[in-house]
């Protein structure tokens, strides 16, 4: 099974501030990957879907750097709204029944 | 779109009886979808795979025998724990996949068990 490797955290920042996640994976092929929030004692949903080396979407910057092998989130002007657990599903992390695989989640307190 | 509804969204139940907890795609079909089990501070674990109109596929030391699984139509998928003891208690969480888009799942609100 591959394993994904994530930041716990947490990362306390103040609002505003730019903030970002890596997430670390095993060799892939795939460029395809995934950024999922979850708020505290709820269901994951999905953030940003990226097909490609990267993508943004407003305040959020998904990335996929190859060569060291890790994905990244990036957060611009930060909202209270965005504290959460983000959790990162790297390239071709999907079992073989199409479940995912996750990491444990970095965990972000956005303070006024 | 790609809504998943579950229910009930809470339940306490005494050690030794059963539970079960309903999935369901609300505006697709779902040929197949996953129940995960999350304890606090840990990431979300698959615990099998729902077929419809087929047997799960059941991880490696999920009990099958403990955990029924049905997937009955290509909208429901539910989960029973029999024999529930207070070593279940834990945030179980379903998923599904519209079609094609296997990696794009959406989740059900959860369902927080807590055995007495």
């Known amino acids: 099974r591959k394993e994904v490797e994530q930041d716990p955290g947490p990362f306390n920042v103040p609002e505003g501030a730019t903030v970002a996640f890596n997430c670390t994976y095993s060799?892939?092929?795939?460029?395809?990957f995934f950024w999922y929030r979850q708020d505290c004692r709820k269901e994951p949903k999905l953030l940003m879907s990226?097909?490609?080396s990267g993508n943004e979407d407003g305040r959020f910057t998904a990335q996929l750097n190859r060569a060291s092998q890790y994905i990244s989130l990036l957060i611009r002007d930060s909202k209270l709204s965005d504290s959460a657990t983000y959790l990162c599903?790297?390239?071709?992390?999907?079992?073989?029944?199409?479940?995912?695989?996750f990491g444990k989640g970095t965990k972000l307190s956005v303070k006024p | 779109g790609a809504v998943v509804s579950q229910h009930p969204s809470w339940v306490i139940c005494k050690s030794g009886t059963s539970v079960k907890i309903e999935c369901r795609s609300l505006d697709f079909q779902a040929t197949t979808m996953f129940w995960y089990r999350q304890f606090p501070k840990q990431s979300l674990m698959l615990m099998a795979t729902?077929?419809?109109?087929?047997?799960?596929?059941?991880e490696q030391g999920v009990e099958k025998d403990k955990f029924l699984i049905n997937h009955a139509s290509l909208t429901l998928s539910t989960l029973t724990v029999t024999s529930a003891h207070p070593e279940d208690s834990s945030f179980y969480i379903c998923?599904?996949?519209?079609?094609?888009?296997?990696?794009?799942?959406?989740f059900g609100p959860g369902t927080r068990l807590t055995v007495t």
């Open positions: 998923s599904a996949s519209p079609s094609g888009r296997s990696y794009e799942q959406y």
């Open positions: 990226v097909y490609s």
């Open positions: 729902s077929n419809e109109g087929s047997k799960a596929t059941y």
């Open positions: 599903v790297p390239p071709d992390h999907g079992g073989s029944q199409g479940n995912l695989i």
């Open positions: 060799n892939s092929a795939s460029q395809s």
